[in-house]
């Protein structure tokens, strides 16, 4: 096991010690938050009985007001604590910490406050919300309920519901975050109901008398209310219409330059784009000398075409990411890179992507396990050959180790046995940026030795900066989600199908609008840390990668403090500039 014992001697003693290779003098605090939030989750939430064993489930629904001021106590609780501790004693571990959980609540807190700023903005479609949540909380403690006055009681909050509901209808529409809010209250209503419901029912004589009937009328009411209230939801956006179909809300500057300071990245959108467009210049110039050492010139869309055309047949590309795999492997291990427990070489997993979600991520994933994107018996003909062209073996060859070892894999493994108290602080800089940091370091290195193999690795590498030209541009207004789509294909030189799964899980996916910016500015960052720990000579390769890992996936700015031992302040802002514009 590497210590950390590689820093200069300016830096606090302590930070040698093993011990923070596990923990800091604020992991308890950490841990403890942690707990105690999901507490406060846990209990004011319904129970989803499981009748079958012992443990029982927990609801996931919208905060009640009551559940909300709880979280609320908390977290404001937490922050005394923290003003408590003496930032100036802690050990550069201790005072990231201490930043991360700070910034952890600070959010936690403004989450809280929007959510309950829209809640008590509908809160008069839901009049008769509060008489729900009584109920459950007199079920929280086995309260005795009268049946004959509960039945009374559903039946009164079902005619203020259809009252509530008639002058829903009536409205024309409301704005999509206020909608959904509706509707996820009136689901956690209808659960919370179900849940004191069926608590009683069947083991009190009288509730199961009188209740049933009227409990059934008000739970397939708020059911027909539920869907209702998604249907009213307009989204206000700014996109630009276009015939593609797909619907996202660009979120504008404002709350891109919000999102980019809580991930620690201090640049402004248009100075990631032009980052992006510089980044892109140098992959072209690189793709230009691959295309003439292949014989085509200054025509680099054939040398991709061929390479696009090398796809192995149906059945053999499980076969191929096995050898793509050992390749990589070989090549990081023969340079002691990183270490690699065996235990991680053992035990990563494959699984075949289903052709549904092959429409939202045309390429192969990975984590736990690679999840491998290739044709299936179900897809058109034309979505054959796009699948099998997209997933190349010199595509392939460049993304293999991103989703497995050192990649995606060997974090999960790693993540889960240091630190692990810091999986909430989980950023895709880090996450995302470790993975894509590997595809930079061996392009570096050398792993691709053929004109053919580096088009591969330059194709993804134009593509991450494809990512975050058009996903700020479609959230700064500029760009529709077609001119997205045009931008991969002609840009980058993707396939059509492959381009528009690409911008419909960029933006119908759930991901936030800054997780594509995050693969190559977080590799960006690393590759800036590597240079100044071990071009400079200050660490190996090996006690770099491995330091990094051993920090879990927390903003890299906070890794690169923990590496040079930055002096840290209780008011701290981020001021990495990790780009050099200049070079």
């Known amino acids: 096991m590497v210590m950390i014992v590689f820093m200069t001697k300016a830096q606090n003693v302590s930070v040698s010690n093993p011990l923070f290779e596990q923990t800091s003098e604020v992991a308890g605090k950490i841990i403890q938050y942690g707990q105690d939030i999901n507490a406060i989750k846990d209990f004011y939430s319904p129970y989803k009985v499981n009748d079958h064993a012992e443990d029982q489930y927990k609801m996931d629904v919208l905060n009640s007001p009551e559940q909300r001021k709880r979280l609320v106590d908390v977290n404001n609780d937490y922050l005394k604590q923290l003003q408590q501790i003496d930032f100036e004693s802690l050990s550069i571990y201790g005072k990231v910490d201490y930043l991360l959980l700070k910034k952890r609540i600070d959010f936690e807190l ?21 008489d729900i949540y009584l109920l459950e909380k007199k079920r929280r403690r086995g309260e005795f309920v009268d049946g004959e006055k509960v039945a009374a009681q559903l039946n009164s909050i079902l005619k203020q519901l ?18 959904k809010i509706t509707h996820d209250a009136l689901i956690g209503l209808k659960g919370r109901l179900t ?49 593609s179909g797909i ?43 691959a295309s003439q050492e292949m014989g085509f010139g200054s025509d680099w869309k ?141 392009y570096e290195k050398g792993f691709a030795k053929t004109p053919e193999e580096r088009v591969g690795m330059l194709f993804w590498r134009m593509h991450r900066c494809a990512r975050i030209i058009f996903s700020l541009n479609y959230h700064l207004g500029n760009w529709s989600p077609q001119q997205c789509i045009d931008f991969l294909t002609d840009r980058v030189g993707h396939e059509k199908a492959n381009a528009e799964g690409e911008v419909r ?10 997780y594509q910016v995050a693969y190559l500015l977080g590799g960006l960052q690393l590759m800036e840390l590597k240079k100044e720990m071990v071009d400079s000579g200050k660490m190996t390769y090996k006690q770099f990668h491995d330091a990094v890992m051993k920090e879990n996936l927390i903003p890299i700015e906070m890794v690169r403090a923990t590496l040079i031992n930055q002096p840290l302040k209780k008011d701290f802002t981020t001021s990495w500039k990790f780009y050099d514009f200049n070079k």
């Open 110 to 130: 403004n989450d809280l406050k929007q959510e309950e700023d829209r809640y008590n903005q509908v809160i008069k479609y839901l009049s008769f919300a509060d």
């Open 162 to 179: 259809k009252a509530d509901s008639a002058v829903y209808s009536k409205i024309p529409g409301l704005d999509m975050p206020l909608a």
């Open 195 to 243: 849940d004191f419901y069926g608590f009683y029912n069947g083991y009190d004589s009288a509730f199961t008398w009188w209740v049933p009937a009227p409990y059934k009328d008000l739970d397939i009411a708020l059911s027909k209310y539920s869907e209702l209230a998604k249907r009213k939801g307009k989204i206000n956006t700014t996109q630009k219409p276009d015939s």
């Open 247 to 289: 619907k996202g809300v660009p979120i504008g500057r404002d709350a891109l330059i919000s999102q980019l300071q809580a991930e620690m990245i201090p640049y402004t959108p248009e100075e990631l784009i032009k980052l992006a467009n510089k980044e892109f210049a140098w992959c072209d110039k690189e793709m230009l000398k």
């Open 302 to 442: 054939k040398a991709l075409e061929k390479v696009k055309n090398s796809y192995v047949p149906v059945g053999h590309q499980p076969e191929l990411i096995v050898k793509l795999y050992n390749d990589a492997i070989g090549f990081i291990k023969a340079r002691d890179l990183i270490t690699i427990p065996p235990l991680a070489e053992e035990t990563w997993g494959m699984v075949m992507m289903s052709p549904e979600r092959q429409l939202v991520n045309p390429f192969f994933t990975g984590g736990k396990e690679i999840s491998i994107s290739y044709p299936t018996n179900t897809m058109e003909a034309q979505d054959k050959l796009m699948s099998m062209r997209g997933n190349n073996p010199y595509f392939s060859r460049g993304t293999v180790q991103h989703e497995l070892i050192p990649g995606h894999n060997l974090q999960y493994f790693m993540n889960s046995r240091y630190k692990a108290y810091r999986k909430d602080f989980t950023t895709p800089f880090a996450g995302e940026g470790w993975a894509l940091y590997w595809e930079l370091l061996l």
């Open 505 to 514: 899980r960029s933006f119908e996916g759930g991901y936030s609008p800054l």
